[in-house]
């Protein structure tokens, strides 16, 4: 059925017919068309999930679309494998709470601010359905645009400067991808990702390919010490945009990761493992010191997903299963767990209008339901097992582990220091007692806020609990991956040794037990 | 039925946290209790048939949770002797717990909140025990770590309460890493993290070596030594014992269940579990002995000289889960959990005793304002005497006359002694520790109930006393506390008398009830439990539905140790009571004689080694710091001034296009991009 009916093109095309429709029509008009087309796109997205074959031996890329060359070798190409899956089933999950938490947030030029939001909603689900490698560059680059106008338009007082570095940070990557990406479809004699994917570059082209790609994902990860951009981004953008940003937008530096640099050049990011780990074991570390110092709530939870985004690559460049699906894991996992944080704070940032840690405090007393939840997402960013973060953090950590046992251990502490600052954010905010008139007469979550927070609450529980559910889909295309690394996989440090001789049988079966462990002799 | 015991507690706290105001006090606090008495009974039911060496294994699964490459983990609730023993005492101190919370709490305004974390707390140490992997065995751990946070902060509106909670949570997370590091090495070196599994497969590892952080290890030693960090952390051993005591900030009920009977113990239950694994590394071994036997005699001395009834107590678990660590440290895995039996009994009903005290007291816990108090509270004396008892270890050696403690305590000191090495240095220090523990206990029995009321100095009492008169004395931090003593008591009583004019009163049945059932396990748990856990035939039987590694020659040489060694606990008891009794009832001045004498020593200990300001000192400003300096120094003073911030000057210097930059940047990037698909259509339609 995947190949007769268009699925993925009429999920870009809702959303886009909606940002027209949005532009000529009245506010509260503008606000339905909005959820409207998100929530059909919702729909179509679970129609996706469900109907996605993960029978063994079913095709790796499903939902294809090829149109036949447009011009050149250009062509409409669209498809997805399980990794782009549960990304796309992210991102259609949270537009509509997106659109929710903007319902009263948002009252200037409401029409443009809807349109701009779906308008995003496509190229997201584009960058993630696109075959075709140009395609790709469009949606990954113009969805940039849409997230500059909400800074720009409806953000805070420093959002010139925000959306300035912003745009400084990514011109720099996006020149070097283009240049690497015109090489490589000269090289390969074609513009088809899948084709790309499987084709064997010169290994001593790859090196620099590989650079040129990092420096493009590298900042939209974000990966330090090009993260400085993100702060400055959060803090200026709207409630919803940090959702967005945080939940989707950083998401694309790892889907590049998965889909560009490691199976089109795995011996260059062998070579390069140790530069990715060592900058994101600074990353754990620094972020999370300079998170436990942060005034600012959006600037705190900002710095701690660079924290989290560290996880994410020092999982996918562990070379094995484990590393990768913790990667996409935590990935998800942060999608909706600092998507939820953001809108945390944006429920009380609409009550008092400001974001300063130390102007709250007793929460707990008047507003019991934003307690809960706002604990519940505290845990899950702490990576408290049965919530969605902890399957994500320790599948990854494990998986480098066995590239490195230093690795793990630095990045392991990020669950000591990420207790110390979150939970030292939620004392400050919800602990304590009542002292202050203004945040005493803060009423409780209204039942728009509870629509928005509880579907993201269950989906977290969801994940910790059962997350066969997501691991699933990707698995079959992980694996492949692995395979295709396999050639350029490092030696990892551990090199158990056995003993002194034991009784045969026993041997054998330690042996064979040991063997994927990098068994030495 | 291990479904219901595990699942029910979980579905009750649903109710209750959810339900919460919805459903009001007594239905949530009705389903709670309701929930874990009938667990408790079941937990019973399940005990017995191992007691009577007739019980297996059971493995129920439940449903997939984790799979990712090799590795796949399921949520299982396995069975076996050890887990039935952390069931009986899980379920029954926390259903009893429970229902003393009902008089304890009674006049709190957040009951259904109370009994839901409760409840949740105890779904997680089930958790724990019926692990059948080490993934879930980490669930349950930091499920109560959790439960342990959210308790300790429950009265969330003091400041102690909330930084308690914190510290409590994060010096666990320093374990937890070790915890983790320990999974991820148990992973890559057996292929699997099912516990039976690597059990079975972890005597041919045996002398294997690994790298681990650029060194070549054993590769038993290092996994044993990440997978006792977390023990450490959980257990409250020495260096990651700072949370304990100030953990005491949470209820008292609280207190009992999580910091003295259950959650504490988890590490040992750990070490336990993981016997055979252990068994495989000397150095792991002596590493758990040294630890246990430090902590032990470390916790005992500072447990001499805290004033405050709580404290003492805390000092007091964690010295005695110092002995549990060292006899797991020399093979005696048998003997650690007979007292962690024994103990989880006598300590909830100390601290809930104490509990009763502070509720009479009206909440003030320094025991210098106590005194006289045996013929006001007489329940409450008398059963806390028999867990006292119980603590100390009284009873005649060679006999069956002992409470519960005896038996435990001495099968440990006999097994350390048994096993030689560095069991011989445990002996001693357990013997010194176990003088001090005789001493602090009767110190504070003494301080409590006997001589003369010394109330009226308390801010607490002159509270109540002044409340009596119908003033809002809600003001003052802990106001939660039960307020029933108010009424009739004027201030014009006899004054003089130390009483200030207020007169306690027993607590009502519902908390006298657990202190009575509690002071049945602490008199005659010992005696009825001995031949299964620590016989040389019994244990044998006992112990083979488990995967516990049960040393028979230690226990028979245990058994068989010299007399001088099985007299000198008793000894050493005797001395530390009648020390006590010189001290606070013959020669009342004699403790602070000895306070000027020797004011060093005193503050140290007052001051418990000023471990937490050398922390202070090491990790927490620090990090502070460091986080200032990385934000101020790092991001803005070099980043961003060289990076995007450098740029931006750069081009203002030269002169050029300022403004466009400034309004245009938009436009700019969307020029890059229309080239680069200029670039990308020429070439595309360029034929190759």
Not at chain 1, 379 to 389: Q, R, Y
Not at chain 2, 193 to 207: F, H, R, S, V, Y
Not at chain 2, 476 to 492: Q, R
Not at chain 2, 517 to 522: E, F, K, T
Request: some cysteine.
């Amino acid at each position: 059925m995947s190949q007769s009916f268009p699925i993925l093109s009429l999920m870009l095309a809702i959303p886009m017919a909606g940002a027209m429709a949005c532009l000529f029509v009245n506010a509260q008009t503008a606000r339905w068309i909005a959820l409207l087309a998100t929530l059909a796109d919702l729909v179509l997205g679970i129609i996706l999930w469900l109907s996605f074959d993960l029978t063994p031996g079913a095709p790796e890329w499903q939902f294809v679309e090829q149109s036949r060359e447009l011009f050149g070798r250009f062509s409409w190409a669209l498809g997805i494998d399980g990794i782009a899956l549960t990304l796309i089933a992210l991102t259609v999950f949270l537009m509509p709470i997106c659109i929710g938490a903007s319902w009263e947030a948002i009252e200037d030029r409401v029409g443009e601010y809807m349109a701009a939001f779906l308008f995003m909603e496509t190229l997201m689900i584009g960058v993630f359905a696109a075959q075709d490698i140009f395609l790709f560059y469009i949606f990954f680059e113009a969805g940039l645009i849409p997230m500059y106008l909400i800074i720009g338009i409806w953000g805070g007082a420093d959002r010139i400067y925000a959306s300035y570095k912003f745009f400084l940070y990514t011109l720099l990557g996006s020149v070097l991808m283009l240049i690497a990406m015109l090489w490589m479809t000269r090289e390969a004699g074609s513009t088809s990702i899948p084709v790309l994917m499987a084709y064997d570059f010169p290994v001593e082209a790859q090196n620099w390919l590989w650079l040129a790609f990092f420096a493009s994902f590298a900042v939209k990860m974000p990966m330090w010490p090009v993260h400085t951009w993100l702060p400055d981004a959060h803090v200026q953008a709207p409630t919803a945009g940090s959702v967005i940003l945080a939940g989707v937008l950083l998401k694309m530096g790892g889907y590049g990761f998965i889909r560009f640099s490691l199976p089109m050049f795995p011996e260059a990011s062998a070579h390069f493992a140790w530069l990715v780990f060592g900058l994101s074991m600074v990353a754990v570390v620094y972020t999370s010191l300079v998170a436990l110092v942060q005034q600012d709530m959006k600037k705190l939870i900002a710095y701690s997903s660079v924290a989290h985004m560290a996880i994410v690559t020092v999982g996918l460049f562990a070379f094995n299963q484990q590393g990768i699906e913790g990667a996409m894991m935590v990935m998800l996992g942060h999608g909706l767990v600092s998507g939820a944080l953001f809108l945390c704070v944006g429920v009380i940032y609409d009550r008092l209008h400001t974001r300063e840690i130390d102007r709250y405090g007793g929460l707990a007393i008047n507003m019991p339901k934003y307690a809960l939840l706002f604990m519940l997402f505290t845990m899950a960013s702490v990576g408290l097992p049965g919530t969605s973060n902890f399957v994500g953090e320790f599948l990854s950590l494990m998986g480098v582990y066995e590239a490195s046992s230093w690795v793990a251990l630095v990045c392991t502490t990020g669950i000591i220091l990420g207790a110390a600052y979150m939970l030292y954010l939620y004392r400050r905010v919800v602990f304590g007692d009542l002292v202050k008139d203004d945040v005493r007469a803060m009423p409780d979550l209204s039942v728009r806020e509870m629509l928005l927070l509880v579907p993201i609450a269950l989906a977290v529980l969801w994940m910790g609990i059962y997350p066969e559910s997501f691991l699933a889909p990707m698995r079959g295309n992980v694996t492949s991956l692995v395979v295709r690394m396999d050639r350029a996989k490092p030696e990892g440090d551990a090199q158990l040794a056995m003993g002194k001789p034991k009784p045969a049988a026993e041997q054998a079966e330690a042996h064979g037990a040991a063997a994927h462990g990098g068994e030495s002799h | 039925m291990i479904s219901i015991i595990v699942f029910g507690p979980l579905l009750a706290a649903i109710i209750a946290g959810l339900g919460n105001r919805m459903i009001g006090n007594v239905p949530a606090k009705v389903i709670t209790t309701g929930a874990l008495f009938l667990s408790a009974v079941l937990s019973w039911m399940t005990f017995l048939p191992f007691l009577g060496g007739h019980g297996h294994e059971v493995i129920e699964p439940v449903f997939t949770w984790i799979k990712s490459g090799t590795m796949d983990v399921s949520w299982e609730l396995r069975v076996d002797t050890l887990t039935a023993t952390m069931l009986i005492v899980i379920t029954s101190v926390s259903a009893l717990v429970h229902l003393y919370s009902w008089g304890y709490m009674d006049e709190d305004p957040d009951q259904p909140r109370f009994f839901a974390y409760l409840s949740l707390f105890t779904f997680a140490m089930l958790m724990l025990v019926t692990a059948n992997n080490l993934l879930q065995m980490f669930f349950g751990w930091e499920g109560v770590g959790l439960a342990s946070y959210l308790l300790i902060g429950f009265w969330f509106k003091k400041p102690s309460a909330g930084a308690a909670a914190i510290k409590a949570f994060v010096v666990n997370r320093v374990g937890d890493l070790g915890f983790m590091m320990g999974i991820f090495g148990v992973y890559l070196v057996f292929d699997t993290i099912d516990i039976p599994t690597i059990l079975e497969a972890a005597p041919a590892m045996a002398g294997s070596t690994i790298g681990f952080l650029g060194h070549r290890f054993d590769t038993m030693t290092v996994l044993c030594l990440l997978l006792f960090l977390g023990a450490m952390g959980k257990s409250a051993q020495l260096g990651l014992h700072t949370w304990l005591p100030d953990a005491m900030e949470g209820p008292t009920p609280v207190s009992a269940l999580i910091h003295a009977a259950t959650m504490v113990t988890a590490g040992v239950f750990m070490v336990c579990r993981l016997s055979p694994l252990f068994e495989q590394s000397h150095v792991a071994m002596s590493v758990v002995t040294i630890v246990g036997a430090a902590t032990c005699i470390f916790a005992a001395t500072i447990g001499t000289c805290q004033n405050d009834i709580k404290r003492v107590i805390a000092y007091s678990t964690c010295s005695q889960l110092g002995y549990m660590f060292f006899a797991a440290g020399v093979g005696a895995y048998g003997a650690a959990m007979f007292h962690l039996l024994t103990h989880a009994f006598f300590k909830a009903l100390l601290f809930l005793g104490a509990g009763s005290v502070i509720h009479a007291m009206h909440h003030e816990q320094d025991m210098r304002y106590y005194g006289g108090l045996r013929r006001h509270i007489p329940i409450t004396f008398w059963t806390m005497l028999l867990g006292t008892l119980a603590i100390t270890g009284v009873g005649i050696p060679g006999t069956y006359f002992g409470f519960a403690g005896f038996f435990s305590k001495d099968a440990i000191l006999e097994s350390a002694f048994a096993a030689g090495g560095h069991g011989t240095g445990a002996f001693f220090v357990g013997c010194l520790a176990a003088l001090l523990t005789s001493f602090y206990s009767w110190r504070l029995m003494f301080l409590t109930f006997w001589s003369k009321p010394r109330w009226e100095q308390s801010e607490h009492i002159q509270h109540a006393v002044h409340d009596a008169h119908g003033h809002d004395a809600h003001a003052h931090d802990d106001h939660h506390a039960p307020a029933h003593a108010h009424d009739a008591h004027g201030h014009h009583d006899a004054h003089g008398d130390g009483t200030a004019g207020y007169h306690p009163h027993e607590s009502p049945w519902t908390m006298l009830v657990p202190l009575v059932l509690l002071s049945v396990g602490a008199v005659f748990g010992g005696y009825a439990f001995y031949y299964s856990f620590f016989g040389v035939e019994e244990g044998v039987r006992f112990w083979a539905a488990s995967t516990l590694y049960h040393n028979e020659h230690l226990v028979h040489a245990a058994h068989e140790v010299p007399k001088w060694v099985k007299w000198s606990p008793f000894v050493v008891m005797t001395t530390g009571l009648i020390i006590a009794w010189l001290c606070y009832i013959r020669h009342t001045d004699w403790p602070a004689k000895f306070t000027a004498q020797f004011y060093i020593l005193y503050d140290f200990l007052l001051n418990k080694w000023y471990v937490d300001e050398l922390y202070d000192l090491l990790f927490v400003r620090p990090a502070f710091w460091l986080g200032k300096l990385f934000w101020k120094g790092g991001d803005q003073g070099t980043i961003d001034r060289f990076g995007p911030n450098g740029s931006a000057a750069l081009v203002v210097a030269a002169g050029r296009v300022t403004r466009a930059l400034q309004s245009g940047y938009l436009y700019s990037y969307a020029l890059v991009m229309l080239i680069g698909l200029a670039a990308f259509a020429t070439w595309a339609i360029m034929p190759k």
